[in-house]
């Protein structure tokens, strides 16, 4: 069974540097993604630079995107409600995950996907993941508060997903 990452990419290179190492001993292929649009609609540089991660530089596929996705509600003359700031952000959210399984075309269906905000990074190496035979897991995480010595232990966190190809 192969593992292939997939997470999307703004400009957190101290992140990724850090899921990089901490997963690359169980990772195949590391699925990056990134678009010229932000979540909010506005048009952003890309950040991502794969000559910055060399040690990994051969498991990175590396996806832009440079389009929005269909469905936006358009602004036009009217400043949109939150509610529907929220759906456009979900929308371009959902199209980097499409654009993502296109990547997964050389994926077997016994291979293991996960799925996650870069700061979120599974445990591969607890013993109830070594040892599980399913095919759908979810991660409880530990949720540090914008920094690394900030936990915030009153709410589990559940970030991470993976499931099995099939």
Partial sequence: ????????FYSEHLMMDVR????????????????????????KKLNFNINNYPKFKDKIIYIIIDKEPEGIISKGEKI??????????????????????????IAQDNDLIIL????????????????SNKDIFIFKQLFFYYKFNLLYDLVPWFGSKAVKKK
Avoid: W
Wanted: proline share 4%.
């Fill in 1 to 8: 069974m192969k593992i292939f990452d997939c997470t999307t």
């Fill in 20 to 43: 990089f190492n901490i997963l690359n001993e169980h990772i195949d292929k590391f699925i990056v993604c990134e678009s010229t649009i932000s979540h909010s609609g506005q048009p």
């Fill in 80 to 105: 949109l409600t939150p509610s529907e700031k929220r759906q456009n952000s979900l929308k371009r959210i959902e199209l980097s995950y499409d654009y993502m399984i296109k990547a997964l075309n």
């Fill in 116 to 131: 996650s905000d870069n700061d979120e990074i599974p445990n591969l190496n607890s013993s109830q993941f070594k040892n």
